[in-house]
């Protein structure tokens, strides 16, 4: 009797917030460990179909680069990485496509299929959802930056009842062109804002963002955020996160939340509770 007594406190608990984002948007960019434990990919699917069942409208955008570093090993083709991001040639942008679009982003439309709620994998390229140009061919190759969205693409989707799997391959309007391979935090930022979302979430292998005696800040605006970059409390693989979490911010979105993805359930945690379980950075 305690255990369902407990269940109905936390539902009730959750109610609030499910009235509150009933109808919104709400873009999830999907990797690190959530994205490689078998117990945590079932976990995250579970939670998105929890969310989709009780009205949200959850936008999934998902990395995949340990997938493409083995089967690049797998193939003897060396990659190379600058500030945290990969340089992107011809011949790993050929490996990047594949592994995003032909097996990262159909195992979790599987997932979703499987757990019960109907998901429809794209990448960036189909329908012209996404456009990109080079980030810095030089340095970068085909890694690029988004110049242009076409919100009506995931918006059917939506409309149709299904939850869109997005791979962050954008198209060139060039005759010929392979694509470019675009920064899955960089593009779920962009996506946010340009669907209008009213948050965005990034799963990672940390807490959120720590202080400098790595405890967990809870709570952040964008100067505060601003301040932190600039004293060296944020830095690393953080700081991409951080800038994308701003660009969404000033771009319309409401709430940006940065969680931990090795955590069960850490989407619903977050967004279902009071307590929550990251770092919130709003305006």
């Not at 709400?26 to 994205?35: D, L």
């Not at 409309?159 to 694509?179: F, K, L, R």
Request: net charge negative; aromatic share 4%.
């Amino acid at each position: 009797m305690r255990d369902n007594l407990q269940v109905v406190k936390t539902l009730h608990e959750a109610l609030p917030y499910i009235k509150r984002f009933a109808n919104e948007k709400i873009v999830i960019k999907y990797g690190g460990a959530a994205q490689t434990s078998p117990e945590l990919k079932e976990q995250f699917a579970r939670d998105i179909v929890l969310l989709h069942l009780v009205g949200m409208k959850p936008i999934i955008v998902h990395g995949g680069g340990p997938s493409i570093n083995r089967l690049l090993a797998d193939l003897n083709i060396g990659t190379t990485f600058v500030d945290g991001q990969r340089v992107t040639t011809r011949e790993v942008m050929r490996i990047v496509e594949m592994v995003l679009s032909g097996e990262v982003n159909k195992e979790i439309v599987s997932l979703l299929d499987n757990h019960g709620t109907k998901a429809i994998g794209i990448s960036g390229k189909d329908g012209g959802f996404l456009k990109g140009i080079p980030k810095d061919f030089e340095n970068f190759g085909y890694t690029g930056r988004i110049e242009h969205i076409n919100p009506e693409i995931v918006n059917n989707i939506i409309e149709d009842g299904a939850v869109p799997v997005i791979a962050p391959i954008a198209g060139s309007d060039t005759i010929g062109h392979p694509g470019f391979n675009i920064n899955a935090d960089l593009a779920a930022s962009k996506i946010a804002v340009a669907l209008k979302a009213r948050k965005v979430l990034f799963l990672t292998d940390t807490p959120g963002v720590l202080d400098k005696n790595m405890e967990l800040i809870t709570n952040l605006d964008i100067d505060k955020t601003e301040a932190l970059k600039q004293d060296g409390t944020i830095q690393g693989g953080m700081v991409p996160k951080v800038d994308a979490c701003i660009e969404a911010l000033r771009g319309g979105v409401k709430k940006a939340h940065i969680i931990d993805g090795r955590v069960e359930h850490s989407l619903l945690l977050e967004i279902l509770t009071s307590s929550g379980i990251g770092t919130c950075i709003e305006l």
